[in-house]
């Protein structure tokens, strides 16, 4: 396999199994496990995909509400209930389970998931080596910017590249700031422009460029082949400053100070043993290990 960085988003896999499994498997205090025991499924799907791995590394979000995005917009997110003790248990668990597998993992209460890939993937860039973002975050796509980047929808099995990107949105990867500051992300909260739906912010920042091209040049914008186009200057112009925080909401900061160095990954017989002990001490056994305990075997662990 060519050497790569394999760079998980690990809380949107948790949050699926926690919304799609039934509330079926719990542990010996009755917290629920039917995150963990979704996640525990899809960590073993994957790892035998990326297998021999030298860069592996999941993210994890842990700042919802404390996010340094708060500061600059206080609604950003908001919609979005911090979790209960129940999710934040199997959350936690989670992660230690990826720990227990040996993957590096990142997560604070300053920066999003999103950011920590992104530092990750600079790093990986500085040294060369290609991406594959395993998500299915669309906003994840600013990631795109080498040739032989890739986005992963793990679940669907589907890997998108940067034309594929441009050709499903109409920009380019590294517009994508640019044109989320258009449209916004309900999401996210991240508000946009009132009125400019994905079409709109598409064409602007396909034939204008930037937010910084289409301010210095406000006039071009009448000319745009746009339904309402003569009135499009007059609303962006109104709605500027907000357009700007939208963007700066949905960039990713690829300069998160913890991440210094892009690590290093070699799944061992250890790593499963460890996954399978913490797997039994939660009081899952059955099917989910017997598939952990065929690993070694399929990966040909000695």
Known sequence: MTRRAWLLDASI??????????DRW????GNPLNAVYGYASFLCDLLPRVHPASHLAAAFDESLGSCFRNELYPDYKSSRALPDEALAFQL???RELTERCGIPCYGGDRYEADDYLASLARLAGEQQLPVTVISRDKDLGQLLTGPANRWWDFAA???V??????QRFGVRPQQFADYLGLVGDSVDDIPGVPGVGPRTAAVLISELGSLEAIAADMAAVAALPLRGASRLGDKLSTYWSQA???????RLDANVPEVQQLPDYQLTLSDIDNAIDFIRSLGLDGPLVRRWQALPTQLQLA
Do not use: G, H, N, V
Request: glycine letters at 0%.
């Open 13 to 22: 896999y948790i949050f699926r199994a926690w919304f799609s499994l039934p």
């Open 26 to 29: 719990k542990d010996q205090d």
């Open 92 to 94: 936690r668990s989670c």
């Open 157 to 159: 099995d589907k890997t």
């Open 161 to 166: 590249d940067s034309a594929a990107f441009e």
């Open 244 to 250: 700007l925080l939208s963007r700066e909401l949905a």
